[in-house]
């Protein structure tokens, strides 16, 4: 059954970048859409981007559009959430998920395969 592992968390001041990945285990992503949300502190969890199995269907929750840029490289069963132009509202633990239909970033559309969450810290 596939796994996700996700990675490339830390501590990042504001206006600073960072690169997360979510690398499969045990099968391969090339079928699944797959989906980047984060929890922050007290809050519920969100989701941030997704991006379909083919590539060709890019979404983005309104506050990370322009900064964040998801891809994928299903040679490296890996997809990648480039964010750049941190700021402290970012702070969260992000989490990939992986589904076999359509992309979205709604939450409840993910039953199963999420990875363990990588901490994203952005303060000075």
């Known amino acids: 059954q596939l796994q996700l592992v996700e990675s490339g968390g830390g501590l990042v001041q504001p206006g600073g970048s960072l690169r997360l990945s979510c690398a499969a285990t045990?099968?391969?992503?090339?079928?699944?859409?797959i989906g980047w949300f984060r929890q922050a502190p007290g809050k519920e969890r969100e989701g941030v981007s997704c991006i379909s199995s083919s590539g060709n269907h890019l979404v983005y929750e309104d506050s990370v559009k322009g900064r964040f840029t998801i891809s994928r490289d299903n040679a490296k069963n890996t997809v990648y959430l480039e964010m750049n132009s941190l700021k402290p509202e970012d702070t969260a633990v992000y989490f990939c998920?992986?589904?076999?239909?359509?992309?979205?970033?709604?939450?409840?559309?993910?039953?199963?395969?999420w990875g363990q969450g990588t901490l994203v810290t952005v303060s000075s």
């Open positions: 045990r099968s391969t992503l090339d079928y699944y859409a």
């Open positions: 998920a992986a589904r076999l239909r359509s992309c979205t970033i709604d939450v409840q559309g993910y039953v199963g395969v």
